[in-house]
Nanobody, 126 residues
Framework: QVQLVESGGGLVQAGGSLRLSCAASGRTFSNYVMGWFRQAPGKEREFVVAISSAGGSTYYLDSVKGRFTISRDNAKNTVYLQMNSLKPEDTAVYYC???????????????????WGQGTQVTVSS
């Protein structure tokens, strides 16, 4: 099992930026697909973005394309989420997740992800 710890959340004004980090430990990080989900109060957990184990493939939620960028550093066992042009509707708890295997048909379904961090709050004020 992979242990995941997120950091970097906070309060930012609309149009601002934040960079989330997720540090992984426990197993070989470079074997795992990594992703970010978010959950706003009263809503279901929502897929945001994923990156393949080697970093060569990414998949984004349409509403964050062009604003968010996922990256990973396998030497540091860390995945990042750079969030620019933030909007109030981006407000949520953001969760880092990991899984084995890249399957575009199931990657956006949280039920197919094995390991989760504790989450970090992102609040965007208008």
């Amino acid at each position: 099992q992979v242990q995941l710890v997120e950091s970097g959340g906070g309060l930012v004004q609309a149009g601002g930026s934040l960079r989330l980090s997720c540090a992984a430990s426990g197993r070989t990080f470079s074997n795992y697909v990594m992703g970010w989900f978010r959950q706003a109060p009263g809503k279901e957990r929502e897929f945001v973005v994923a990156i393949s184990s080697a970093g060569g493939s990414t998949y984004y939620l349409d509403s964050v394309k062009g604003r968010f960028t996922i990256s990973r550093d396998n030497a540091k066992n860390t995945v990042y989420l750079q969030m620019n042009s933030l909007k109030p509707e981006d407000t949520a708890v953001y969760y880092c997740a990991s899984k084995l295997g890249w399957n575009i048909r199931t990657i956006s379904n949280y039920k197919y992800w094995a390991d989760w961090g504790q989450g970090t709050q992102v609040t965007v004020s208008s």
